[in-house]
């Protein structure tokens, strides 16, 4: 819908990005309703793990524009292009800063719906270099009260999202609730990790690994289930299960979570029911 721009607060002496309507939507009544769903749902969220909202308006040739903080830092992206595939510890520590955004999110009735390596800035805060910011709720849903008095319509048979990491339910036309944002984080963690999306080898190379915790596998299995109800039910829990691999790695393992962690398990024979079994 636009293009994000650096810019400095002449009365502050601030840098500040601005994302500008791009000049072909000016007046489309749809487009623009979007994209003040974007900025209402981006703005309502005060979290240190998702980019500040400052203004909005219109610019002197009419065209939408919304202020937010600038972040210094690049995408996982880009991250990813530069270094290839990621440490497992590194990838639970940024998925921690993910979870914690999306949580806030959720909790303010937003669904983000387009969690994604690109969707994730990484910036330096207090030092640490991995602090993630979630930003771009240009595909972002109000659910709840909200929903009902102020998300545009959706047109019918147009998905939202980007392939590979869209939830099945969102393939399947079905109504999205915030469970949506998981699948997909789960989505990027096998992303970071490998490389690859799971249905593009994803999975197998999970099963290469050997490095990983068994922990962490049964994570991102959980996950990536298919029915919504098996997963994680909320952002919290999710971080909350993140949080108990790095404790169960930090400490010497008992006898009982040894003999929990050599039952097997697998990248293959049916355990992992991605898009992939689905015949995508």
């Keep these: ?30 487009t623009e309703e979007r994209f003040i769903l974007e900025t209402r749902a981006a703005a309502r969220i005060h979290h240190e793990n998702v980019v500040g909202i400052s203004d909005f308006g219109r610019t002197a040739d009419g ?3 919304f202020v937010m903080e600038y972040l210094e830092g690049e995408d996982l992206a880009q991250t990813l292009r530069r270094e290839g595939p990621l440490p497992w510890k590194r990838v639970v520590h940024m998925t921690r800063h993910v979870c914690r955004g999306i949580a806030e ?6 669904i983000h719906r387009d969690v994604k390596p690109g969707n994730c800035i990484r910036v330096t805060v207090d030092g640490d270099p991995d602090f993630i910011k979630v930003v771009d709720f240009g595909l972002a849903k109000l659910f709840g009260a909200e929903e009902q008095r102020r998300a545009p319509q959706t047109v019918a048979g147009v998905l939202l999202g980007t392939p590979g ?3 099945p339910e969102i393939e399947a036309g079905q109504r999205p609730d915030p469970r949506v944002d998981l699948y997909s984080t789960g989505v990027l963690m096998i992303r970071l990790l490998t490389g690859k999306l799971p249905d593009e080898g994803g999975i197998r190379a999970l099963g290469e690994m050997h490095e990983l915790p068994a922990a962490l596998l049964r994570l991102l299995y959980k996950a990536l289930r298919e029915d919504p109800d098996e997963r994680f039910q909320s952002a919290a829990a999710m971080e909350e299960a993140l949080d108990y691999v790095m404790q169960a790695t930090a400490r ?9 962690a050599a039952r097997p398990v697998t990248a293959n024979g ?10 995508r």
């Design 165 to 167: 990491y869209m939830a």
């Design 1 to 30: 819908m636009g293009e994000v721009v650096l810019a400095e607060h002449l009365s502050l002496g601030k840098r500040v990005a601005i994302k500008i309507m791009h000049p072909q939507y000016r007046g489309d009544a749809a």
């Design 270 to 279: 049916g355990q992992w029911r991605t898009g992939a079994a689905r015949g």
């Design 252 to 260: 010497p393992p008992s006898l009982r979570s040894v003999e929990k």
């Design 63 to 65: 065209r939408m524009f």
């Design 105 to 110: 999110a959720h909790r303010r009735g937003v």
